[in-house]
């Protein structure tokens, strides 16, 4: 009754924000994100109505169905791209070879891990696992974009703020959530049940109030026109730290 | 199981970053920001806290040995406590203009297309141990007092000028017509708001 009950508050909130969304013309601004809302309105709906109509398809349906989501969540991450580092492309710059680099890395780990792993996990867990893996390679990304604005004291806006949060709340909580499923933790089911439709409620909740008109970033900071170019600039940031630290070292050791 | 704890490291890790980016403040935000504070930060490090005559009044050996000479351990125990104060707090004064200094590098630098991660890591990596050295001088001086190393305040000050003249040249570009522009600019919104 109650995982009845979030559904449909879900699918409620769900065309509220695509509903408002289409009226504020945020559709055209953040097309990405929509994509993956309406894709999950839809799946929503059709699952639900699967789940009366043919319960035997429901389970095959619901996988297929969070892998497209899962995929599409991505766009989250296109997003930010566009709308917040776009504007730094030093910064943007950064959070793109430090995202191939982490893409790198979980690819050798993803490679290498069968190689000295005790076995595939059991078939009923498989899905579990291949779930989420993806979420964490999501999450891990997120990560280094947070670090990245963070670092640089970007702006990202009322609008994309509240996407990240939104988002980064369901994904942190799944992932945990699936972590314990995988390792078939008795009560996994439970959790699940319970833990990640409400995380994904309050992300709907987030959604609908950063959401509800358009608020970027502030406007681009005015481009001085820099006498130095970059090099010299991290040339002679770089000098300066260099001098303080073997003084400082020095002074230390005194 | 370590398969476990990882995963759900990650899952908590991630949400305290979130926590952390939802709470951050965007105040740094915005160029002329950023430049008047680096620009406020060099006159505050060269006319407030670099003189000579402020390090060496605030260090002053003449004082500590006028408060003995009067024989009274309970005076010169309060001297010695308010003089560590006032170290401590100049010290702290100079990581601060520091960390303005550094939030100007990263207010230039991330608008620049040719930014080179590498470069940026190791800078972001030389920052931070840089500032953990100043917390080093600032326990040494509340541990050991502000006479107890006068060498090393020689030091911080010799480091922290030349780290003014870079800074001072990085920023050669911001003349004083363009500061005071920006700072006419600045208090009008201030007034408006």
């Avoid at chain 1, 490679?111 to 595939?120: D, H, K, N, R, T």
């Avoid at chain 1, 945990?176 to 439709?197: C, E």
């Avoid at chain 2, 370590?2 to 970053?17: D, K, T």
């Avoid at chain 2, 007092?145 to 922290?160: I, K, T």
Wanted: net charge positive; aromatic share 12%.
């Amino acid at each position: 009754m109650t995982t009845l009950l979030i559904w449909w508050v879900a699918i409620a909130l769900e065309t509220v924000l695509l509903g408002r969304a289409l009226y504020s013309r945020l559709v055209g601004k953040y097309p990405f994100f929509f994509l993956y809302l309406s894709s999950v309105v839809i799946c929503d709906i059709s699952l639900f109505c699967v789940s009366k109509l043919e319960p035997s398809a429901y389970p095959a349906l619901s996988r297929q169905t969070e892998v497209l989501n899962i995929v599409l969540g991505y766009g989250i991450l296109l997003e930010i791209f566009t709308h917040v580092l776009a504007r730094y492309p030093g910064a943007e710059r950064f959070a793109r070879v430090a995202g191939l680099v982490v893409f790198v890395l979980v690819l050798c780990l993803a490679l290498a891990y069968p190689l000295v792993s005790a076995g595939a996990p059991q078939s009923h867990f498989r899905y579990s696992v291949v779930e989420r893996d993806f979420l964490a390679v999501q999450a891990i990304f997120l990560f280094v974009v947070f670090g990245v604005i963070s670092y640089y004291r970007i702006d990202a806006g009322r609008n994309i703020t509240g996407m990240i949060i939104g988002y980064g709340v369901w994904l942190g909580t799944s992932v945990a959530v699936l972590a314990l499923g995988s390792y078939s933790v008795a009560s996994f089911g439970q959790i699940r049940i319970l833990v990640q439709p409400l995380s994904y409620l309050f992300s709907l909740l987030t959604w609908l109030s950063a959401l509800w008109s358009y608020a970027p970033s502030s406007a681009s900071p005015a481009r001085l026109s820099l006498r130095a170019d970059y090099e010299s600039l991290a040339g002679s940031t770089a000098e300066t730290i260099g001098k303080m630290r073997a003084e400082l070292a020095r002074t230390a050791r005194l | 199981m370590i398969q476990l704890v990882l995963y759900l490291v990650l899952g908590a890790a991630f949400l305290a970053s979130l926590y952390a980016f939802a709470r951050r403040s965007a105040s740094a935000e915005g160029g002329a920001q950023i430049i008047l504070r680096a620009r406020q930060a060099l006159s505050a490090l060269q006319a407030d806290l670099l003189p000579p005559q402020v390090f060496e009044r605030i260090f002053a050996n003449g004082d500590y040995r006028y408060i003995i000479s009067a024989g009274d351990p309970a005076l010169t125990a309060m001297f010695l406590s308010e003089r560590r104060k006032i170290a401590l707090s100049w010290v702290e004064q100079i990581r601060r203009q520091i960390v303005s200094l550094r939030e100007f590098h990263l207010g230039s630098a991330r608008l620049h297309s040719q930014l080179s991660p590498r470069v940026e890591a190791r800078l972001a990596f030389e920052f931070f141990t840089l500032l953990c050295v100043c917390r080093f001088l600032q326990l040494a001086l509340y541990l050991r007092g502000p006479y107890a190393a006068p060498r090393m305040v020689g030091r911080v000050v010799a480091v922290a000028s030349r780290v003014c003249a870079t800074s001072e040249e990085a920023m050669g570009f911001l003349s004083a017509v363009k500061v005071d522009r920006l700072a006419g600019k600045s208090a009008h919104k201030m007034t408006a708001l």
